[in-house]
């Protein structure tokens, strides 16, 4: 089987086999049907892949990763909070990803700026600076000043990006279809919900108006902070391929000194925006996916903005609540119950093993006590997610996702303050976090009052019913508790072999007591009624042993394709 190239489909298949290969996945190659001649003379199968937890393995594959291209370098930045998947070695090089490439020219700006909007550009800003403040895979950034005398920041979106992404796509898509289907590796990880979730996040970040909305929403947020500040959108310069939104003046976070912070007090900075990321994550179910210390910026007026909201992830309330239980379980030293949590949360594959995971998370736990106010909220998830990679147990995205942005977080704060510790702010925001939680909106206070009056109207017919029943003799209790239906077919097929065995000894019994009889009628000198009797023996029991040999195998089969889809 041969994946169906054409056209430019030939190189990008030929970058993702050299890639697999030379990183130790040649495996997927075959199996998915890749051509083994596309693959370059250099790259030898059977080189030490992803587990042999090298810094120089690691290092080179994030510097394939940049050389492949934009979707590569946002598909490793995803991998980068994996860290069920792939050994810290490579976690920490994918987070070193830099996705920073050529400026393109301004003249193209100008056109997709115009083009967009829908104006010229001197009749939309009074300046517009042709050199751009940054330049990224996916867009680069300007500064400007409209009209109305407000500065602001314009990101234009990369030309012939959306072409580039969408056929990278494809190939990553065809590629994971075939390595899930005809690969223990795909069927055991699943690339193709990896790759969903990716899709969708880089989706986000392709259209400009969903970080729009994002920096609205986050900017309501953070109306309650004294110290926060998120850059508010102009609507009416916004597409889906330039965002302009307001020019924040300050310095990232990393930029400022030991000396430049002597001259500000920083802990009421790190407790509110610490605050703020805990109730955004674990009460409204939103998630700024990358919060590391570059996304942050130390305003004039001592404040910390919030920048580059591309990245946000939804947290579902399911998850709010076991992260909450989590955060709770570990700050009271409770390693079994931060197991039967994490279990829970989880997706346990065939390889997983209950008792060294309870075992090894309660020592990870009991361990993490004993840091005391040393604690790293984000570094613990980050361990726990881990941990259920080595046991078996897949983790949902999402913890990763919270365990790596508070990770950042951590940093953040501990470059401002390094006095700071995550573990006491956590302890003294469980309250708010609680009251976030058990709060009900006015939607699920009319769904549950629709619910309730339905349960009520119906209840006297049903129970009129269930009594009606037990009064006649006729109320039935069903079980679930087996497949009855192929409970019996196995014992009907034990039965079978069983009374098909005894019928044939009981022939051969009989057949060895008629050689003594007296016949003329012989085949091969013996009687040939007993002769007869035993060939009809012979053949049944033949027929009897490939009749068990190929039913048992079919249901071998089925059995293992069963759990296969399970996991």
Same mark, same amino acid.
């Given at each position: 089987?041969?994946?169906?190239?054409g056209g430019g489909d030939a190189g990008r298949y030929a970058d993702l086999a050299r890639l697999l290969v030379k990183h130790?996945? %040649?495996d997927l190659?075959? %199996?998915?049907?890749?051509? $083994?001649?596309?693959? $370059?003379?250099?790259?030898?199968?059977?080189?030490?892949? =992803?587990? *042999?937890?090298?810094?120089?393995?690691?290092? &080179?594959?994030?510097?394939?990763?940049?050389?492949? %291209?934009p979707t590569y370098v946002k598909l490793g930045q995803l991998l980068s909070t994996r860290y069920d998947l792939l050994p810290p070695v490579y976690t920490t090089a994918l987070q070193r990803l830099q996705d920073s490439v050529e400026e393109f020219p301004f003249e193209q700006v100008k056109e997709i700026v115009e083009s967009e909007i829908g104006a010229q550009l001197r009749h939309l800003f009074t300046s517009f600076d042709e050199e751009p403040i940054g330049s990224a895979s996916i867009g680069q950034v300007h500064r400007a000043v409209t009209r109305s005398g407000r500065e602001v920041v314009v990101k234009v979106q990369r030309p012939g990006i959306r072409e580039t992404v969408r056929d990278?796509?494809?190939? =990553?898509?065809?590629?994971?279809?075939? &390595?899930?289907?005809?690969?223990?590796?795909?069927?055991?990880?699943?690339? %193709?919900?990896?790759?969903?979730?990716?899709?969708?996040?880089?989706?986000?970040?392709?259209?400009?108006?969903?970080?729009a909305a994002n920096l609205v929403r986050f900017g309501e947020l953070a109306a309650a902070y004294e110290h926060l500040v998120v850059p508010q959108p102009l609507p009416d310069y916004c597409t889906s391929r330039v965002l302009t939104m307001d020019y924040v003046p300050g310095k990232k976070v990393t930029d400022v000194t030991k000396l430049g912070l002597t001259s500000i007090d920083a802990r009421p900075l790190v407790e509110e925006l610490f605050r703020?990321?805990?109730?955004?994550?674990?009460?409204?179910?939103? =998630?700024?996916?990358?919060?590391?210390?570059?996304?942050?910026?130390?305003?004039?007026?001592?404040?910390?903005?919030?920048? *580059?909201?591309?990245?946000?992830?939804?947290?579902?309330?399911?998850?709010? *609540?076991?992260?909450?239980? =989590?955060?709770?379980?570990? #700050?009271?030293g409770d390693g079994e119950e931060a197991a039967l949590v994490l279990a829970g949360m989880g997706h346990p594959l065939d390889t997983y093993d209950a008792a060294a995971f309870r075992d090894d998370v309660s020592h990870l736990v009991s361990s993490t006590v004993a840091m005391g106010s040393d604690l790293q909220a984000g570094g613990v998830l980050v361990e726990l997610s881990r941990l259920s990679g080595v046991h078996g147990l897949r983790p949902p995205a999402e913890m990763s996702m919270v365990?790596?942005?508070?990770?950042?977080?951590?940093?953040?704060?501990?470059?401002?303050?390094? #006095?700071f510790a995550p573990a006491e702010a956590i302890r003294a925001n469980v309250a708010d976090i609680m009251r976030g939680g058990l709060a009900v909106s006015a939607g699920g206070v009319i769904a549950?009052?629709?619910? &309730?009056?339905e349960f009520a109207s119906q209840l006297p017919r049903r129970a009129n019913r269930i009594m009606d029943a037990l009064a006649?003799? $006729?109320?039935?209790?069903?079980?679930?508790?087996? *497949? $009855?239906?192929? &409970?019996?077919?196995?014992?009907?097929?034990?039965?079978?072999?069983?009374?098909?065995?005894?019928?044939?000894?009981?022939?051969?019994?009989?057949?060895?007591?008629?050689?003594q009889v007296p016949t003329t009628a012989k085949i091969l000198d013996y009687p040939a009624i007993a002769m007869v009797f035993f060939v009809i023996a012979a053949i049944g029991g033949a027929a009897l042993v490939i009749w068990v040999a190929l039913t048992d195998r079919k249901v071998a089969r089925e059995s293992r394709d069963g759990r296969r889809r399970k996991a």
């Open positions: 089987m041969k994946l169906p190239l130790g996945r %040649g190659v075959s %199996g998915a049907g890749l051509d $083994e001649f596309l693959v $370059e003379e250099g790259a030898v199968e059977g080189e030490a892949g =992803l587990d *042999d937890g090298s810094e120089a393995r690691a290092q &080179a594959l994030t510097a394939d990763l940049e050389r492949m %291209g990278d796509m494809e190939a =990553l898509t065809r590629l994971t279809e075939l &390595a899930d289907k005809h690969t223990d590796l795909g069927r055991r990880y699943g690339f %193709g919900r990896l790759l969903a979730h990716f899709r969708r996040s880089l989706a986000g970040e392709l259209d400009y108006r969903r970080e703020f990321y805990l109730h955004t994550i674990l009460v409204e179910g939103v =998630l700024h996916a990358d919060p590391h210390p570059g996304n942050i910026l130390l305003t004039d007026d001592s404040r910390l903005a919030l920048l *580059d909201l591309g990245m946000v992830a939804t947290v579902s309330p399911r998850i709010q *609540d076991r992260i909450v239980k =989590l955060l709770l379980a570990i #700050s009271d365990g790596k942005a508070l990770l950042n977080l951590d940093q953040a704060t501990v470059h401002l303050d390094p #006095s549950s009052a629709i619910e &309730a009056k006649d003799g $006729e109320l039935t209790f069903r079980v679930n508790a087996i *497949d $009855e239906e192929r &409970a019996l077919v196995v014992a009907q097929r034990l039965v079978n072999r069983v009374t098909i065995g005894i019928v044939l000894a009981a022939t051969i019994v009989g057949a060895a007591l008629m050689m």
